[in-house]
């Protein structure tokens, strides 16, 4: 039986978009996306909550979400979740879920020079062919 793995996460970027290139040339772009949801603790107290996610692109979609987004805008990713593990320099296990993009919708509204590209440039799709594991800097 097929298995669904699939998120959307809207939110505001919390850094500066990385635009990075593996040693085979292939772009990709991570970015920090988070939201607030408020709550009511039991003393009537509000307290605001703040979930963080990583989110990477590869691609056209990748170099466009550079070129597109700074600290502060607005956008929705949509994709899957994907857990990456690896060793580091001391031997101890690591891992990091995020979520790998192929959608990303900007909501920030633009005028002027800076204008934001029309709707399509959410369309982008990422390359269905993933990087070699050696190939992947983080």
Do not use: H
Not at 25 to 37: E, I, P, Y
Not at 40 to 51: A, H, P, S, W, Y
Not at 84 to 109: C, H, P, T, Y
Request: glycine fraction near 8%.
């Amino acid at each position: 039986m097929r298995q669904t793995n699939s998120t959307i996460f809207e939110g505001n970027l919390g850094q500066e978009p990385e635009l990075q290139y593996t040693p085979g040339g292939q772009a990709f772009c991570r970015m920090s996306l988070g939201n607030s949801d408020d709550y009511k603790n039991g003393d009537g107290e509000l307290i605001k909550r703040t979930q963080w996610a990583t989110i990477i692109t590869w691609d056209k979609l990748a170099e466009a979400c550079a070129e597109y987004l700074k600290k502060g805008s607005a956008a929705l990713a949509q994709g899957k979740l994907e857990q990456r593990r690896w060793q580091d320099d001391e031997g101890n296990n690591r891992s990091v879920l995020r979520i790998k993009a192929f959608f990303v919708r900007f909501l920030d509204k633009k005028n002027g020079d800076d204008e934001m590209p029309a709707e399509e440039v959410g369309e982008i799709k990422e390359n269905t062919e993933t990087p070699a594991e050696d190939d992947i800097p983080f």
